[in-house]
């Protein structure tokens, strides 16, 4: 069978889809010290991310080993990940110039 989803580190708790992805399709994934199975939730194209856990609101979404953002609503497993329900982390002036508590 066609590999349909790429985790591109142990430590990632998103893949990447490698074709699209119809609601209800499953996929197997590497997910740290195993395999996780999970269904669609809703449409995935290729080259987008579903997760393969679920991410409540302010958890961080690793890609590549990295944290690449925070959910930014709950997403369930099987779920699109995007832009939709992530909130980047880098790039961002106003948390750079944000006071922190402690110093």
Same mark, same amino acid.
């Given at each position: 069978?066609? #590999?349909? %989803?790429?985790?591109? *580190?142990?430590?990632?708790? @998103?893949?990447?889809?490698?074709?699209?992805?119809?609601?209800? #399709?499953? %996929?197997?994934?590497? *997910?740290?010290?195993?395999? @996780?199975?999970?269904?669609?939730?809703?449409?995935?194209?290729?080259?987008?991310?579903?997760?393969?856990v679920p991410l409540a609101v302010g958890a961080s979404?690793?890609?590549?080993?990295?944290?690449?953002g925070v959910a930014a609503a709950d997403i369930p497993a099987g779920a699109h990940v995007h832009v939709h329900n992530v909130e980047s982390q880098r790039g961002r002036g106003d948390l750079a110039a944000a006071p922190t508590s402690g110093r």
């Open positions: 069978m066609r #590999q349909r %989803v790429l985790v591109l *580190h142990p430590s990632d708790n @998103v893949a990447t889809a490698l074709v699209d992805l119809d609601v209800g #399709q499953t %996929v197997t994934a590497a *997910h740290q010290a195993g395999t @996780v199975t999970v269904r669609a939730q809703e449409p995935i194209a290729f080259g987008h991310k579903l997760a393969l979404v690793y890609k590549y080993g990295e944290v690449i």
